[in-house]
């Protein structure tokens, strides 16, 4: 039987680890962004988070440009690069600070360090963000994807063509201990047969659309057979809302939420389990999350050793947003393997 463990209070008590802190920051940033959509503000904020994710050590060793990170007159977390503003005066006097504002000891140009690239790579302003954004840090990219999103994203997704399951489908679904008609029903399960075009990768698969505010968003395609990769998500340009910025199956959540991996997670637990969709969570997903008001949220992934390691982060970085976070650890396997009786009682325990 599973066994529950570890009580996530609210931060800073339970952020114990710079990373988790980074990570609420950034989280941070992301909701204060969303709170101002509409707000003069948001301008300025989105350029400040913009120059957070910038990495700038990446940029300057791609250009070939000399800095220095520590030494008796750098600040920590600041790096000196040759103000090129001063001329050819190579004794790093120009500061850049962890926002990445520039400034020159020497002859006191301030700025953002958009400036600087402007410059030194003699460009326009755009053109100055443009090769900022190439050296964005990978852990913060969302604040670059967020901006694409908006501009890129489809109004609605469209299903690759399907029908009725078939025999082999329920089959497939009673051996693995699912009610079939049942979770064909609850999860508008359907098939699909010879899909054509850039559809044909879904060929044969049982298709499991994918619901927010009860409208299709995205969807997956589940293999039946061994033999083939079990999942197939929607391409993200053809998503509504990408795979990795949702949770499965949030619309049944009320005030608490049981956290999962995956589909099959979701059906074996019920109303009030979502899945991350995948081994990994993003930082969008959290985000999606915090924005429903759960009050209540247990992280139950698979009883494996990086599964656990990832539900200890994920409960970390929620507990920033959300009162009671819980890990709910599984001695073996997985939830979608647990018994009908075993995922009732954890039902009752966590009473969602
Ligand atoms: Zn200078």
Request: with cysteine.
């Amino acid at each position: 039987m599973p066994s529950k463990s570890i009580v996530h209070g609210v931060w800073p008590a339970s952020v114990v680890k710079l990373k988790n802190v980074l990570a609420n920051i950034a989280l941070f940033i992301l909701i204060v962004l969303e709170l101002r959509k509409r707000s003069p503000a948001l301008k300025e904020l989105k350029g400040k988070s913009y120059m957070l994710a910038f990495d700038i050590e990446a940029y300057l060793q791609n250009r070939g440009i000399e800095y220095i990170t520590e030494g008796k007159n750098v600040t920590a977390g600041w790096l000196e690069i040759n103000c090129p503003f001063c001329g050819d005066d190579p004794s790093f006097h120009m500061g850049v600070s962890p926002e990445r504002w520039i400034s020159c000891w020497r002859c006191g140009t301030k700025g953002s360090v958009l400036k600087y690239i402007m410059f030194v790579e003699d460009c326009s302003y755009g053109k100055a963000k443009k090769i900022a954004m190439e050296f964005v840090d990978e852990t913060l990219s969302h604040l670059k994807i967020e901006d694409r999103d908006e501009i890129y994203r489809p109004s609605k997704v469209v299903l690759p063509e399907s029908k009725k399951l078939l025999d082999d489908h329920y089959n497939y679904l009673e051996n693995r201990g699912f009610d079939a008609k049942e979770i064909e029903r609850k999860y508008k399960l359907t098939a699909t047969g010879k899909c054509r075009g850039i559809d044909s990768k879904y060929s044969y698969r049982i298709l499991v659309p994918v619901l927010v505010n009860r409208l299709p968003v995205s969807f997956t395609a589940l293999s039946h057979t061994s033999s083939r990769q079990r999942y197939l998500h929607c391409e993200d340009s053809r998503a509504v809302i990408p795979m990795k910025s949702l949770f499965y199956n949030i619309d049944s959540v009320r005030d608490t939420a049981l956290i999962v991996e995956g589909v099959t997670d979701v059906w074996r637990m019920g109303d009030g389990c979502i899945a991350a969709m995948g081994e990994v969570f993003t930082i969008k997903q959290v985000l999606f999350l915090v924005r429903r008001k759960v009050l209540r949220c247990f992280v139950m992934f698979d009883a494996e050793y990086n599964a656990q390691k990832r539900a200890k982060s994920l409960a970390e970085m929620l507990s920033g947003f959300i009162k009671h976070v819980e890990i709910y650890e599984l001695e073996i396997g997985d939830p979608g393997e647990l018994s009908e009786e075993e995922a009732k009682k954890i039902r009752q325990d966590i009473r969602i």
